[in-house]
């Protein structure tokens, strides 16, 4: 019987159980559908810009030296402050090179007293020469001596210029208006010509900025500018513009001042040289910038190149929605089932902040711009169109995986 009681209570325990484990019910929530802010492709007519890479490069760039041995006595500027053309920058000690100047002065003078004394005594023998008073031999000595002292006399002329010239050169003087560099010697030291560069002055009105284009992009903006009555410099119709290390662009358009008359052979490119207006200084030598060339075509039809049609619209997306795999560039677009679709798109060039998309697009297609990185391609989104303000924050929330009731 005890036996029988034991398992009447085991079979009621698990009965229990059992029934107690199918009451839990665990129920799963579907994830929400996504938020995502997109961009309808659009059609416009646009004028491509090239993107290169450029180095600024100043105008001038003079590495002033020494041209006298001495002691550097003063500074008279300030190392990152701008100077004018002739501003004096250095004094080298000037005592020696004065009395340099005073001595050859002196035998200047001393040179001229001869040479008068000769020319007076070669005029009395020329008379007396005349009369067949003198020696031929006197006669000919009076001319050489005359000639002797009018060499001395030159001699002592260059060698006053010469002293008066190692003076002036205790004066370092700019030869340009620039900013100094960083100094290499303070005062006190002695300096020579062979001591090096003393301090680097470069211009900043004015920059150049040099650049590689590639043969194939060349081409074509020379083909652009052949017309049939007119041949027109390559610089006439490019805008050429600057973006800045920090991105913003530079606000003073430049002009192409030349390009190579030879390709590269390793490299495919021309060098080129464009020059900008620097009035606010923000372009340093040797700075790395982006070069922004646009081809501006003609208003006039009549001017219009051979070959050359009327600008179609194309399709054009923002940079910051086209993504890139192995496979090659794509965009990710809310499509008419409202779900995600990738889309493979083509382009060569862009504008302002837009790719311009050869292949692969359609006007008016919803282009994902923000919520990339919640979308699952083939899973459905919920489009909302650019000029909505969305909270960013709402792609960013993840739904729980599961709750229990």
């Known amino acids: 019987m005890e036996t029988i009681e034991k398992s009447r209570k085991i079979i009621f325990l ?7 484990s199918c009451g839990e019910k665990k129920v799963v929530k579907e994830a929400p559908v996504p938020q995502v802010v997109y961009e309808e492709a659009l059609s416009m007519s646009v004028q491509p810009t090239t993107e290169l890479v450029g180095r600024v490069r100043s105008f001038s760039s003079v590495d002033l030296r020494a041209r006298v041995e001495g002691i550097l006595e003063k500074r008279h500027f ?40 000769s020319e007076s005594i070669f005029e009395r023998m020329k008379k007396l ?45 700019s030869p340009i208006t620039g900013i100094p560099g960083a100094r290499q010697y303070d005062t006190g030291n002695l300096i020579s010509p062979s001591s090096g ?39 006439d119709r490019i805008q050429c513009r600057l973006s800045l290390p920090d991105g913003t ?16 052979k390793s490299t495919g490119t021309v060098k080129a040289t464009t020059h900008f207006d620097n009035p606010e200084g923000l372009l340093r030598d040797g700075m790395f910038v982006k070069v922004l060339l646009t081809y501006i075509p003609p208003e006039d039809d009549s001017e219009r190149v051979n070959g050359e049609e009327e600008r179609k619209p194309k399709i054009v997306v923002q940079q910051s929605a086209v993504m890139q795999d192995q496979a090659g560039h794509y965009v ?19 504008f302002e902040e ?14 994902i711009t923000l919520g990339l990185q ?16 969305v909270d960013e924050t709402e792609h960013m929330k993840e739904a729980p995986e599961s709750s229990k009731e």
């Not at 837009?354 to 282009?367: M, Q």
């Open 14 to 20: 698990s009965l229990s159980l059992l029934l107690f």
């Open 78 to 117: 300030q190392t990152g402050t701008s100077v004018n053309k002739g501003d004096l920058l250095y004094t080298i000690e000037k005592d020696q090179y004065a009395i340099n100047l005073k001595r050859a002065q002196a035998e200047l003078e001393s040179s001229k007293a001869r040479l008068t004394l």
């Open 129 to 173: 020469d005349e009369k067949k008073a003198i020696a031929k031999q006197d006669y000919d000595k009076a001319i050489g001596d005359r000639d002797e002292a009018l060499a001395a006399l030159n001699l002592a002329l260059a060698k006053r210029d010469e002293a008066k010239l190692h003076l002036d050169w205790c004066e370092i003087r």
């Open 197 to 235: 560069v003393l301090v680097n002055v470069t211009s900043t009105e004015k920059m150049e900025v040099d650049f590689d284009i590639p043969e194939r992009q060349l081409v074509d903006f020379q083909r652009k500018f052949v017309t049939k009555e007119l041949r027109r410099t390559i610089t």
């Open 249 to 264: 662009q530079y606000s003073h358009e430049g002009n192409i001042a030349f390009f190579d008359n030879r390709i590269n």
């Open 332 to 350: 990710i677009i809310v499509n008419k089932e409202s779900k995600a679709e990738i889309k493979r798109v083509e382009f060569k060039e862009s």
């Open 354 to 367: 837009y790719f311009v998309i050869e292949e692969g697009l359609e006007e008016g297609e919803k282009v």
């Open 374 to 389: 919640t979308v699952i391609p083939g899973r459905p989104v919920k489009g909302i169109p650019a000029r909505v303000e």
